[in-house]
């Protein structure tokens, strides 16, 4: 078998590994152990240029491939997805240090993406209609856009492939995607599973680099016609304004601040999991994370006490018994660690962690003791700002009413939860609370594949991925009328 994380990670153009057009690479480091894992492509406009020619070359045939012929092509990916579960998900645990059973999870949440957009191609529908016109006919049809440029993040690095990769593809459209500078290995080995099952070269290409050599090209492309970004709000402002100057479509999925409401009446052992499955899975790399933990006032000391004893004895490694793994490379450490003293400047009370684990097993890897801080005004830049890491922070709720408000008083809108045996009060909930995913005693978590996923304000432009709603994205709409002449029968 082929080693999951190569010595170097080359591009993917025309079917073809190719290293970057100026000979550089870069270096990603192991987050376990801060030494260097492989190194990767350093592309730049050049190979991004080459890789969208590919892919310009490649379209045409592939998209007037029938949608079902197409599905067949992406079932062949998936079968060979399976078979390559296990490289996958050692791939996914050595980029990102989570466990092996969390990277094995996360590989079978992209297989299974892929089998429901695979099984799309049987179901690209339009509809048949009336008009008003007689003798006439009237129908709409999907249509690739063309082109799609497709950037992702390092946090679930399979799972963000599939999400982009298959939907784009069945629709016809050939991609162009930007693998996360952190996960390299992941998508080169992507490409090599795709085009060993089959996938004609050029319709899906993958540049290695940094965004701002790679990512920004892409995104500039005149001819790129949609492009998909999942990443900071930051960069997400960016890539709308450059993309919207040529009124290419343009996806995003940005950050959360996500609210985790525990209501009076709430089973506080069953918040209490989901509340640190929730915060600190994934070392809380997760745009749903719950990184505000709002607790009525009556429950709030017994909650409190019950989520800061837990979290002192949340296990950080990168084994299959720990809780939570490193963060991704050194700044986003050295971020948090900078967040938490921030907060303490504010008087922000640091209940648990808030350090950099400093033995002589995780030292040198990128990890920090989960933290949970009270003490911090709802309207704070800290409870406004996406940390995207191990940090939440408690907030006391007078009642129903005042925890709503709180969950709401963010810019962002991804995901929400609340905690409660009412009925009534967690239907309100979900009416009222202004997120995209609204959850009923469970986690800040996302999607199933058949399932729409995105948020309002900050955390997105209002289009959704998975789902049947994806096609929206990567494909466009045609209306066809068909008269008939009776007389000529």
């Not at 006919?137 to 249509?143: E, H, N, P, S």
């Not at 209501?263 to 918040?271: G, H, R, S, Y």
């Not at 979290?311 to 809780?323: F, K, M, N, Q, T």
Request: a neutral charge; glycine letters at 10%; one cysteine or more.
């Amino acid at each position: 078998m082929v080693s999951a994380v190569p010595e170097k990670a080359p591009n993917w153009i025309d079917g073809a590994e190719r290293p970057a057009a100026s000979g550089h690479w870069f270096e990603k480091r192991d987050p376990t152990n801060g030494r260097v894992l492989l190194r990767a492509a350093r592309s730049e406009r050049g190979d991004v240029e080459a890789a969208v020619a590919a892919a310009l070359r490649a379209q045409p045939a592939w998209g007037a491939t029938p949608a079902v012929a197409r599905g067949l092509v992406l079932l062949e990916i998936v079968k060979a997805m399976q078979a390559a579960r296990e490289e996958i998900a050692a791939a996914v645990a050595a980029e990102t240090g989570k466990s092996r059973k969390d990277a094995a999870v996360e590989t079978a949440g992209a297989i299974a993406l892929g089998l429901f957009y695979a099984s799309e191609g049987q179901r690209l529908y339009g509809r048949t209609t009336t008009s008003a016109v007689a003798h006439r006919r009237a129908l709409t049809v999907r249509k690739p856009i063309g082109i799609a440029g497709l950037i992702i993040a390092a946090n679930t690095p399979i799972a963000n492939v599939a999400w982009k990769a298959f939907p784009a593809l069945v629709c016809g459209n050939a991609a162009v995607l930007k693998a996360a500078e952190d996960a390299p290995a992941t998508a080169w080995l992507f490409g090599r599973i795709a085009h060993a099952a089959v996938l004609p070269g050029g319709v899906l290409d993958i540049v290695q680099g940094f965004g701002a050599e790679a990512g920004a090209p892409l995104v500039a492309h005149r001819d790129i016609g949609v492009v998909s970004f999942t990443g900071s709000t930051e960069v997400g402002r960016g890539i709308q304004r450059i993309a919207g100057e040529r009124l290419a479509r343009v996806s995003l999925e940005l950050g959360g601040k996500n609210p985790f409401v525990v209501a009076d009446d709430a089973d506080l052992d069953f918040a209490l999991r989901w509340a640190l499955l929730s915060a600190f899975s994934n070392a809380g790399q997760r745009c749903a994370s719950a990184s505000r933990v709002i607790v009525f006032d009556s429950v709030y000391d017994s909650f409190r006490a019950r989520f800061v004893e837990a979290a002192r004895h949340l296990r950080v490694g990168p084994e299959d018994g720990d809780d939570l793994g490193p963060v991704i490379n050194e700044e986003q450490l050295r971020s948090l660690l900078a967040a938490v003293a921030e907060a303490r400047s504010q008087g922000g009370r640091v209940l648990a962690g808030g350090e950099r684990c400093t033995d002589p097993a995780r030292r040198d890897g990128y990890y920090m003791q989960p933290a949970i801080i009270e003490g911090i005004d709802p309207d704070a830049d800290l409870s406004c700002r996406e940390l995207f890491g191990p940090i939440a922070f408690l907030y006391r709720a007078r009642g129903f009413d005042d925890a709503l408000a709180l969950a709401n008083r963010s810019p962002y809108g991804l995901t929400a939860c609340i905690h409660t045996r009412s009925v009534d009060r967690a239907w309100n909930f979900a009416e009222r609370v202004r997120a995209g995913v609204a959850i009923v005693n469970a986690g800040t978590f996302g999607s199933e594949p058949h399932m729409p996923f995105g948020g309002v304000g900050l955390s997105g432009n209002g289009t959704r991925e998975p789902g049947t709603e994806a096609l929206d994205v990567y494909s466009e709409l045609q209306d066809v009328y068909f008269n008939v002449q009776p007389e000529k029968v």
